[in-house]
Structures are given as C-alpha cells and as structure tokens.
C-alpha cells in the first residue's frame, strides 16, 4: 500500500512540474501590409498572417504560424517564434520549377497604437547563385469585422497551416 501510495504521488508531481507556464507575452497576432526591398526583385509589396500558436507559446515565449501572400496570390507558410520585440522567422518559398529555398528572417516588433503593431524585417533566402537579402517593413491592418471574423476562426482551428510541400529526396547512386 504504501509503495502505491508512493509511486501516485510521484507521478502526480511529475505531472505538476512538467506544465508549461501560461503565455505572458504580447500577442502579434494579425494581417499586415508589407512593403520590401531586395537585392533580385526590387520594391515588393507582400501581406503576411501571424497567427499565435497557443499549444508551444508560454511564459514570454510566443509562437506562430507565419503565412506570406504575394501580390500574385502565392502563398508560403513558416513559423516565427517571438520573445519580447524580437522575432525570428523562417518559411519555404518555391518557385515555379518547383525548386525550394528556406527564407529566415529576424524582426524587430513596435506597438504603434493600443491593438496594432509593425515590424522591419531583415532576411536572407540562400541560393546557388549565392543568396538574395531584404528587408521589409509590415504594419498591422485595421481589419474589418469579417477579416477579424475569419481570423479568430482560423486561430480556433487544431490544424496548422500546411508548408510548401517539398519534393522526396532521391538516393544518389
């Protein structure tokens, strides 16, 4: 009986001493209107959504889905983690000849009203042609009822956003 007793109360603390803090951190989440510039293309424009993924956020530890869609409806999805106002990020991009590059970014985060914020970002997406760099500078939208709507609803989904696929590795012989 006591051994029982013994091994109940152990797994009981383990329990206890494996759950994560709650999140305390400010919450990004959002639509933003970007606008970059980088080495290959020039001056862009860009919306990105970033959405807090409450399952890995606690204590000032956030983390998110990072989406990106193109002015020519491309969509790429990522993630982003964020502690205090920085924000290292990082998605696929593919092209049309189904070739992948990995994007990674690091933001600085400013509050520029009482529910709104904007980031510069700095990236680097790495190539056999030895890389293209950027910045951008995104702030937050103030979004109509319907885009608040179906942007809480979004946030209620279990799923995350699925990435750019990427093509199955062939065994060189």
Not at 125 to 141: A, F, L, R
Request: glycine share 8%.
């Amino acid at each position: 009986m006591k051994k029982i007793v013994i091994v109940t109360a152990m797994l009981a603390f383990s329990g206890i001493a494996q759950a994560k803090p709650a999140f305390t951190g400010p919450n990004y989440t959002g639509l933003y209107e970007c606008k970059g510039e980088n080495s290959s293309i020039g001056a862009y424009e860009v919306d990105v959504a970033l959405r807090l993924n409450r399952v890995s956020s606690h204590g000032k530890f956030g983390a998110y889905y990072y989406e990106t869609e193109t002015v020519n409806s491309t969509l790429y999805h990522g993630q982003a983690v964020a502690v205090g106002n920085h924000l290292a990020i990082s998605f696929n991009i593919r092209d049309k000849k189904n070739n992948v590059d990995h994007s990674t970014g690091l933001a600085t985060i400013k509050k520029i009203s009482k529910d709104r914020w904007s980031f510069r970002k700095e990236y680097f997406e790495p190539d056999d042609s030895g890389g293209n760099y950027g910045t951008e500078d995104c702030v937050m939208k103030v979004l109509t009822p319907e885009e608040k709507k179906a942007l809480e609803e979004k946030n209620l989904e279990k799923t995350p956003p699925k990435p750019a696929s990427v093509p199955p590795r062939t065994k060189q012989q």
